[in-house]
């Protein structure tokens, strides 16, 4: 079965610090990627995703994250984080498999301290 | 803009009765998803509907069951509630398999 790894569970940072939050996914095929965030009290959206092109992909609120399919790895980034970035973070993944269906990671618990 | 709504926010229940939890969507979505999110684990998906009167269980099936009578609806029903089931449940849709999921706001349910 596919899985999906986020490994760090939560995070605690100061504002202006840079932020890299990790996801590794086991399939080697053809995949979709996203980031999903989920602000305190509010619905689950999507924050940027990756279909194929560009491996840098650029999402709302000034984040983005690279594809890199040898790494397995589709990790968020953002070089300046705002307090307001507190949030919980979950990153996904499709694969074209029959019957496969989205995989979510466990999600990373983001806190920025003012 | 997608929406999809939920028909509670909160719900309480007793172990043992019948709970049923609506999602709606009003984009036309074929596929319709329900979740079930808890710290630490993330987001495990329950049932999924690729169309009308279509299910396929998710990873966590044991326990609930689905109804999609009409496209823009899908319902989730626990049979017997316990308290294992005390949970935060998201709905999600999407166009396609592939593509981006919609969520609602979630139902927070708590089984005493």
């Known amino acids: 079965a596919q899985s999906v790894s986020q490994h760090n569970h939560h995070v605690i940072l100061s504002e202006a610090a840079s932020l890299e939050l990790g996801c590794n996914y086991s399939?080697?095929?053809?995949?979709?990627l996203f980031w999903y965030v989920q602000y305190p009290g509010q619905h689950l959206q999507l924050l940027l995703k990756?279909?194929?092109?560009?491996?840098l992909v650029k999402g709302i609120k000034g984040f983005e994250a690279e594809f890199i399919k040898s790494k397995f790895s589709f990790n968020l980034r953002k070089p300046s984080v705002q307090w307001s970035d507190t949030a919980e973070y979950f990153c996904?993944?499709?694969?074209?498999?029959?019957?496969?269906?989205?995989?979510f990671g466990k999600g990373t618990r983001l806190h920025i301290l003012p | 803009d997608v929406k999809v709504t939920q028909s509670s926010r909160y719900l309480v229940k007793r172990t043992g009765e019948k709970v049923f939890l609506e999602c709606v969507q009003d984009?036309?979505?074929?596929?319709m998803f329900w979740y079930r999110q808890d710290p630490g684990l993330g987001l495990r998906l329950i049932y999924f509907?690729?169309?009308?009167?279509?299910?396929e269980k998710g990873d966590i099936p044991e326990g609930y069951s689905v109804s999609r009578e009409k496209k823009e609806r899908f319902s989730l029903i626990l049979e017997s509630a316990s308290t294992n089931q005390t949970s935060m449940y998201l709905c999600?849709?999407?166009?396609?398999?592939?593509?981006?999921?919609?969520f609602g706001p979630g139902t927070r349910l708590l089984v005493l």
């Open positions: 399939y080697g095929g053809t995949v979709n």
């Open positions: 996904a993944v499709n694969t074209y498999l029959r019957d496969d269906k989205i995989i």
């Open positions: 990756y279909f194929s092109g560009d491996p």
């Open positions: 999600a849709s999407s166009l396609g398999s592939q593509e981006t999921q919609y």
């Open positions: 984009m036309d979505h074929e596929n």
């Open positions: 509907s690729y169309d009308v009167k279509m299910k």
